[in-house]
């Protein structure tokens, strides 16, 4: 069993980071969704950024970094979409962190990570989040931080794929994506 935070995209905590998070219940982890909206959600980008920009960032990795402070240090970080950028800044307060996993969009990790951390990162190709020029780039700061980092893409998918109640959805590219993350968490030592 391995401990996994999952943040939300920035549409907030809806169905999707649920459901993700009950598939890897399902395979036996355990499974944190923080509300950094406090509640709120939103159906657009465009809305998910306003509101967003309402809370203010500060308050959001303010309450990233409480909900993540009662988790175990080895806990692996994820998120979403703007979740991915939430777990990558919980990095550096959370060196024991067993891994990371980045869903829809790519963060930057800080300069210096502990060796041969496991990083994964999931994205649509051509994603904004993601843009497929800046991949080799990131993956090549990445390792240079001392990860130990993958980038795995999917071809023809839209942005957040793996949400099966928006238009981007693309089946293939979810089981696969669920796929490896499950194999990822499996590797990752008890208990963590």
Known sequence: MTHVVLFHSVLGLRRAELAAAERLRAAGHEVTTPDLYGGETATTLEDGFALKDRIGWSTVASRALDAARKLPEETVLAGMSMGA???AGLLPHRP????????HAVADLPAKVR???PVQLHAADPDD??????????????TRSGADARVFTYPGA???????SLPDHDEDAAALTWRRILAFLAAQPPGC
Do not use: C, I, K, Q
């Open 158 to 164: 839209g942005h957040f794929y793996t949400d099966s």
């Open 96 to 103: 024991a962190t067993a891994g990371v996993l980045l869903l």
């Open 115 to 117: 060796e041969g951390l």
């Open 129 to 142: 989040f993601a843009p497929p020029a800046a991949l080799p780039g990131w993956l090549d700061a990445a």
């Open 85 to 87: 950028v939430v777990a």
